[in-house]
């Protein structure tokens, strides 16, 4: 079922595509009913504005299913103004500043996140992993950088 799941989303980006170069990141994301908890968070956390800037970023985005697999209570404790910190903590460790494309990638690479610790990429069996989280569809383009949905939350070491 999740591989179902998982093929039917990976459709779905390549398909909409070309349309997503002419959206920015949050405009992508919006339109991607796979990515509204990513969406509803990145409202929360006030990043929407950051989000539809300029850029370039990369952005691991995990899906709903992603979200709703975080231990019991996590999502609503971040979701709550009081720990608007902690989720834009999260959510900028899930940004790496300037476009890179899956491409970019190499087996045990590092890369600085927004939120200031580093992810790591690992590339085995013919997967590619940020942090743990598998990408399940790669280098979906957006007018201010790129989207690589993931399969998880990750989480910064700072927080774990």
Known sequence: MRSALGAILLMTLTVSQSQAQSKDIVDLAVGNENLSTLVAAVKAGGLVETLKGEGPFTVFAPTDEAFAALPKGTLEMLLKPENKDK????????????????????????????????????????????????????????????VHVIDKVILPPSMQ
């Open 87 to 146: 989720l834009v903590a999260v959510l900028t460790y899930h940004v790496v500043s300037g476009k890179v494309m899956s491409t970019d990638l190499s087996n045990g690479q590092k890369a600085k996140t927004v939120q200031g610790e580093n992810v790591s990429v690992d590339i085995s069996y013919g997967n590619v992993k940020i942090s743990g989280a598998k990408v399940i569809a790669a280098d979906v383009k957006a007018s201010n950088g790129v």
